[in-house]
């Protein structure tokens, strides 16, 4: 048959058997007169369902060949994480290397922290926290690690052996005005933040700058205390509505506000009595205000 058909049409055997597949994997219901056969050969290895909805989504949208892999490529990832792995939110005082044994493996879908390291003792336990983490974060998830230029090569250090891969370093510009540096060095004006993956997940939306301005808090009530804003960011660029954050050293717990803001789940955990108690305060406002 195959003799036959390449000298009819002067096509060579592979592309025949290509024809064949994508003609017999798509149905004739399915196939959208806009689109090129590139497009619904692409789309060929999914479901029914998945096919209209993509298909759909390229007609609509005009999308390229490479747009509708990259969209193929985001359901083939999200298929691979757990969606029945229930975790009850909220925020707990204590050692977040006890209390995250607690934690059902894999239930967490963002990890967002801003660790201490402000020595070689204090940066072994946030060592200990992410290899615990490890196990509780979903496959194909992102992980956000504040830090600094002086910290960064220890925390990327870290990352990076707990088996994450480090994709990018964001550089967060404070917008805070001048600094106090006193008069031998320049006044501080940024973070750093290490985007890591476990496995591979898009991020949602457009592709924005590893550049991100927004104005940190006026008065703070931690030293390390970060903008709600520039939290909710991160989360809505790595997360679904309902998914679930992990924020082990929390702080005041803005991470965990941010999660409440844009409808996230949120397990925050802090070791300090004073900071546990205005995130709990601070959680209980916007949930009364809401």
């Given amino acids: 048959m195959y003799s036959e058909m390449i000298e009819r049409t002067g096509y060579e055997p592979r592309t025949l058997r290509t024809l064949k597949w994508v003609a017999s994997s798509v149905d004739v219901s ?4 806009g689109l090129s056969f590139a497009h619904h050969k692409e789309a060929a290895g ?35 994480r757990p969606h029945d792995v229930a975790v009850v939110p909220g925020l707990h005082h204590g050692d977040c290397r006890s209390v995250m044994v607690s934690l059902p493996n ?23 926290a992410l290899a615990c983490a490890m196990s509780k974060l979903k496959p194909n998830s992102h992980v956000y690690i504040f830090t600094t230029w002086q910290r960064y090569e220890g925390t990327a250090g870290i ?3 707990h088996n994450l891969a480090l994709r990018n370093t964001l550089t967060w510009v404070k917008n805070s005005g001048e600094s106090a540096g006193g008069h031998v060095n320049y006044g501080d004006q940024y ?4 985007f890591a993956h476990k496995g591979r997940r898009h991020l949602n939306g457009r ?10 808090v006026a008065e703070p009530q931690h030293p390390a205390e970060k903008p709600v ?3 909710q960011y991160l989360i809505e660029k790595s997360t679904q509505e309902k998914e679930t954050i992990l924020d082990p050293f929390m702080n005041v717990g803005n991470t965990c506000l941010a999660a409440n803001t ?7 955990i802090e070791s300090d009595q004073q900071w546990y108690e205005r995130a709990v305060a601070s959680l209980a406002a916007a949930t009364a205000g809401a």
């Fill in 30 to 33: 399915r196939r959208r007169e």
């Fill in 46 to 80: 999914l479901s029914p369902e998945q096919q209209d909805v993509i298909l759909d989504l390229s007609e609509r949208g005009g999308w390229t060949r490479e747009m509708v892999r990259h969209a193929i490529n985001r359901l083939t990832y999200e298929r691979e």
């Fill in 106 to 128: 894999e239930s967490i879908d963002l990890l967002v922290t801003d660790p201490p390291q402000e020595s070689p003792e204090v940066l072994a336990v946030f060592d200990e």
């Fill in 159 to 161: 990352v990076e052996r």
């Fill in 191 to 194: 973070e750093v933040i290490l």
């Fill in 207 to 216: 592709r924005d700058s590893d550049v991100l301005r927004c104005d940190a």
């Fill in 229 to 231: 804003a520039l939290l």
């Fill in 262 to 268: 844009v409808q996230r789940r949120y397990v925050g």
